[in-house]
């Protein structure tokens, strides 16, 4: 699956990955509306309108982008409705020839661990019969249990030809409090990510290892460094806008040949309607407005490597 992430950045020029993250404050009032007069304002209502917010926003996006990344906390606060809603972006999203990546943040131990692969890059086999119950195409992985948490993710993806993204050095403010703390004189971030090249070198595609890494753009020395740890790892950069990031804090993460990165952005995006510089598409046109805040995303990127 790694050798199609990266063939859709190829394609599109465009490293970056659509958070789709609908808090339901983001989706436009004459969504919910029409959602809520359906069924009502429940969470199936609140389900269809994220659903349909969703919709609207890989229809307009994605000829530009080559992949999406559904942060599964977002669809799991509204119970059963809402995971029904996560699985059908997915499959739309697949629909539309993009790369899924499962937010799901999962970290566990032996067959707990195992669970949580199948159900998301796996398959189970019920009967004569195989499911294949999400169907993601790489998840984000927690390592803080160490390889018995992460292995049986490995072992999961080697069958399916699947991915993960390994936490190393997060974007949020308190990430420091334990992944910055040194051990021997180095920092746990660096350390991780040195397991992270250690698995992915048994894990590789034609270029790139399918185990990846998450490195926020909050830290862009950090992402230097760890560039040079991980050199055939691809690595997620989430914080990018709303937390900060920009183009020229990101070229570390990339290796000379523009690959090696995949920068996320998820309400500068899919809330740009909200924001002055895309006002005038207002909340009739919020998908056109996202797909403005991609075009304009891009540039950025492309010109902060172009000029490094």
């Known amino acids: 699956m790694i050798n199609k992430l990266v063939a859709n950045i190829k394609k599109t020029g465009a490293p970056i990955v659509v958070g789709l993250d609908p808090m339901l404050s983001y989706v436009p009032e004459q969504v ?8 009502g304002e429940t969470l199936e209502g609140a389900a269809e309108a994220i659903w349909q917010f969703n919709k609207e926003i890989v229809d307009k996006t994605y000829d530009l982008i080559p992949a999406v990344k ?6 799991e606060q509204f119970g ?12 739309y999203c697949k629909e539309k020839g993009l790369v899924v990546i499962g937010d799901i943040k999962r970290g566990d131990i032996g067959s707990t661990s195992e669970a ?7 398959t189970v086999k019920i009967g004569e019969h195989i499911y294949s119950p999400f169907t993601e195409d790489f998840v984000t ?9 992460v292995k049986p993710f490995l072992k999961v993806c080697k069958d399916t030809d699947k991915g993960v993204f390994i936490l190393v050095k997060t974007s949020n403010p308190s ?3 334990f992944q910055d703390r040194l051990i021997d004189g180095r920092p746990l971030y660096e350390l991780v990510g040195e397991k992270v090249a250690e698995w992915g070198a048994d894990c590789m595609g034609d270029d790139y290892s399918y185990i990846g890494a998450v490195v926020g753009a909050t830290y862009p020395e950090m992402g230097k460094v760890l560039r040079k740890v991980m050199p055939k790892s691809y690595i997620l950069v989430p914080g990018y806008g709303a937390q900060g990031g920009k183009g020229k ?11 090696g990165a995949i920068v996320n952005s998820s309400r500068g995006i ?24 991609v075009e304009a995303m891009v540039a950025d990127i492309k010109g902060a490597l172009e000029n490094r």
């Open 32 to 39: 919910q509306k029409k959602a809520f007069a359906e069924y």
């Open 70 to 75: 559904p942060q599964i906390a977002m669809y």
């Open 80 to 91: 059963i409705p809402g995971l029904q809603a996560f699985k059908k972006t997915v499959d």
């Open 116 to 122: 949580y692969a199948i159900g998301h890059v796996g």
């Open 141 to 149: 992985v927690n390592p803080y249990l160490g390889s018995d948490g």
């Open 175 to 177: 990430s420091g409090e």
């Open 249 to 259: 804090d990101l070229v570390h993460f990339f290796n000379e040949d523009g690959l």
């Open 270 to 293: 899919i809330a740009a309607y909200k924001q002055e510089a895309y006002a005038k598409y207002g909340a009739e046109n919020f998908g056109d407005a996202s797909r403005a805040a």
